[in-house]
């Protein structure tokens, strides 16, 4: 499709900076499709920029007689337009008064594809279920969010944890942690990342006696060089056998979902 007389083109080319469209513009021959053709590169270049301020484009008749077209953006977490959804019809059946409903509907529907497209969330089956309606993990464009993680099993009991006779419960910290950080590093492999990627965590403890407990086993997994994090009690988590939960979030640009995961 002809990109200064189409929709679709039109919003793609509204897109680019300034000085972009310009130059792409001097490259392309604005042919003639119809009487309504708009060929002065001047005055494609205004309607280009009241496209990108109304946030859709349309095409009235100038590629196809009798034919006219509506576009909106899809667009990235960025704000940028990666693509764009359009409808056409003939004329006699898209007025002005359709197109306002039309644009509506676009919009919405342009806003699910680029939630479908640039956000992701993932339950890992082979490990512990989240307690709650929420994912192990989410990714939105180029991050991923770890949700809290503890070092529960998939049969709600938990590592680190030794029941004696008489009932009493020894808990290694260092094991616990050990383990969580483990179940980070399954997740994000299962989605192409890794414990390099993360950027910033949060730990938190039951008890802030552990906290030298913590740190040594965290240093088998990071150095100075690896994620900010902050530290701190609370007063309670959902088992009395959890004694910490750590979230993380990675950068990743390189990272994909598949469809198995881990």
Known sequence: MPLHCSAVGKVLLASLTGAERERFLGHIDLVRFTNHTLIDRAQLTQELRQV?????????????????????????????????????????????????????????????????MFTESRIFPQKARPRGPFPHLKRVENFIFVSGTSARKPDDTFEGVRVAADGSVEIDIRKQTRVVFENIRDMLEGVGSGLQDVVDLHAYLTDMGDYDGFNQAYSEFFGFDGPARTTVGVNELPHPHQRLMVRAVAFAPHSHFNEEGV
């Open 52 to 116: 990108a301020q109304a946030g859709h484009a349309l095409e009235n008749e100038e590629w196809e007689e009798g034919l006219r077209s509506i576009a909106v953006p899809i667009k990235n977490a960025h704000g940028l337009a990666v693509a764009a959804i359009a409808l056409s019809a003939p004329a006699s059946r898209l007025d002005d008064g359709a197109l306002v409903a039309i644009r509506t509907a676009l919009l919405a529907h342009a806003e699910r594809i680029a939630h479908a």
